[in-house]
Structure formats: C-alpha cells, structure tokens
C-alpha cells in the first residue's frame, strides 16, 4: 500500500463501518482538524520548528498548543530555570535553543514543594500501562517478540509482566539508532538478534502470538514491506500492538521533531554543530495518527481490538505528542 492510499476519505469510511462510537459530528471535526494548519509545516531540516509553533500559536490565540510546546522543550528542566530561557528562547534556532538548555539540564526529575514525585520509572510505568489493556481484552501469549527493543529493559520487563520465561521472550533491534547511537544492551534477559535494514525478519511464518512495536513504526522507511512481514510471523487470531504519536496535525508533526531532536541532544555527548547538522539531514520520521494507523493495519490483515491514549499520571493527561496505544488481531 503506497501512502497515496492514505487519504481522508477513506479514513472516514473506515471510521463510519467500525467505530460506531464515534458521533457525525466528531467524524466532521476530524475531517476539519486534518486541514488546519497543513500550510504551516516545515520539516525538521529548518531549524526553526519551535519558532514556527510560537508563530502560529500567536496567531490563532491556541493557548492549548502554546503549553504542548513548553511542556516538550522544559521536559527535563528544573522549574526555577524556565523564565530564564523563555526569554529569548522564540528568536532563536532550535539547536540554539537546545544548546541554552544543555547549559543548565542536571535531572530530568521535577521537584515542587508541596507536591509528588511519580515513583514509577518510565518502563514500568508503559508495561503496567499495556499489561493492563491487554488483561481487559484476555490476551494471554506463550511467547511475544518485541521490535525495536533498543537497550532491552522495556522488553524484559513487558515479557516479565506477561509471566513468560526467558525462552519465550524475544527482541530484535539494529545495530545502532541515530537518537540513542549504539545501544547498551549488555547481557540481554531474553532472545535478541541483531537485523539490518529491509531484511527478512529471522522467524517461521505463524510464530509469534504477540509482537510489539513501541515508537518504532514511524521511523521505517519501507512500511509497506515491515507489516508484510510481521503479519508473516504472527500467528492466525495472534495479535500486534503499536504505541505511537497521534499525529493529526502538522503541529502535532513539529512537535514530534523537536522532542525527538532534543531527546538525541540532550542524551548525547560530545555535542557540536556537525552532528547537530547530520542529525537534521539523516532523521527520519512518518507520522501518521490514530486512525490512519488503524486504515494501514486493516489494508494488512489486522482488524481493530482495542484503542488508548497514554497518560503519565492518574489524571489521565495525554503526553504532548499525544501518545497512544493500540491492539490488533491478525484475520
């Protein structure tokens, strides 16, 4: 399926036949929201995405979009820091801007006076998050194989949750990722190969009862032949879980960019203009959201079980690149 495929239309079509859920009205006003903004995007090569998002937020009065952008840009900074930065920070570039900020990132904990810290470290936090959904919908794998496993913890964790041994876990990751480089892996708790681009995954077809691909799918170049194979080495009625942006916007587009570009910065040493630059020109990411994601799988032979949002908190207060999670069944 080529991304000319993907359009709304189509979008709508599916939403109407499966989602019953969804009101006439909500299903105009995604129709409405996919054309707002799309004439003020600019890729991650410009280097002037936060600058961009300010513009338009000054524009349209979007105190909403305004807020998304501080809570991605002051992720990891300490409060007392803030009024500091914020004063030059919308005439700037955004490796200026990540460079301020470099400056002065000790912890990525917050601490406030009179209030909490989330005991929960981010791993554990999205397995108990999944393990829940999947408990709700009596999903009970024998082995699960991870994509994209990265370091491992979040993979050992999730299998460990699953209560399934060593044996049965599996994860399969290149060698390195251009917002982490090369991974510490160390000895892993499960089954891991190492794969390269565009190759045949190394499993039988009909393998797997579970796989998941947990912000993964957006950075494939060549979708079309990942989900292929996938459906391959998933068993008939086995099941494929996703955790990605809802990218509905060009805004929600931009605001991917710069967490992922200030994620790479941030956590990696030896900081200068040339890798600053190479990182522009050699990221890559398609974002598409919630329901585009659910069009692509059924043109895959996944059919829609389960859908959330993810929430850091018991507020339920979506992340600022709106998070989400999904489950399928292979038909």
């Not at 930065?85 to 490796?95: A, R, S, W």
């Not at 339920?316 to 292979?330: C, V, W």
């Amino acid at each position: 399926m080529t991304e000319k495929n993907i359009k709304i239309e189509n979008i709508i079509k599916l939403l109407k036949k499966n989602f019953n859920e969804y009101s006439i009205c909500k299903i105009n006003d995604y129709y409405l929201l996919k054309n707002k903004y799309k004439d003020y995007y600019l890729p991650i090569s410009s280097n002037y995405q936060i600058r961009n998002i300010f513009k338009i937020y000054k524009e349209y009065k979007d105190l909403g979009l305004h807020m998304r952008l501080i809570d991605i840009v002051f992720k990891y900074k300490k409060l007392q820091k803030k009024k500091a930065i914020l004063k030059n920070i919308y005439n700037k570039t955004d490796y200026e801007i990540f460079k301020i900020i470099n400056k002065t990132w000790r912890s990525r904990i917050i601490h406030q006076k009179g209030g909490y810290d989330n005991k929960c470290f981010s791993n554990n936090m999205w397995s108990e998050e999944i393990i829940f959904h999947l408990k709700k919908n009596k999903i009970n794998p024998k082995n699960y194989l991870d994509i994209g496993c990265g370091s491992g913890q979040l993979t050992t964790l999730f299998g460990q949750k699953l209560n399934l041994d060593k044996k049965n876990i599996h994860g399969i990751d290149v060698d390195s990722f251009h917002e982490k480089g090369d991974w510490n892996r160390k000895k892993p708790e499960f089954t891991f190969k190492k794969v390269t681009k565009n190759e045949k995954l190394p499993y039988k077809n009909n393998y797997f009862d579970l796989v998941s691909s947990f912000m993964v799918l957006h950075h494939i170049e060549n979708l079309d032949k990942e989900l292929k194979e996938i459906n391959r080495i998933i068993k008939k009625k086995g099941y494929f879980i996703i955790r990605e942006h809802d990218c509905i916007t060009s805004i929600d587009k931009m605001l991917c960019d710069i967490e992922h570009y200030m994620f790479f910065y941030l956590n990696t040493e030896n900081i200068n203009n040339k890798l600053s630059s190479d990182f522009q020109k050699k990221y890559y990411a398609k974002y598409y959201d919630c329901f585009e994601w659910d069009y692509i799988m059924d043109n895959y032979g996944f059919k829609f079980i389960y859908g959330s949002y993810i929430s850091k908190d018991i507020h339920n207060q979506m992340t600022p690149t709106r998070s989400f999670l999904r489950i399928y069944q292979k038909i």
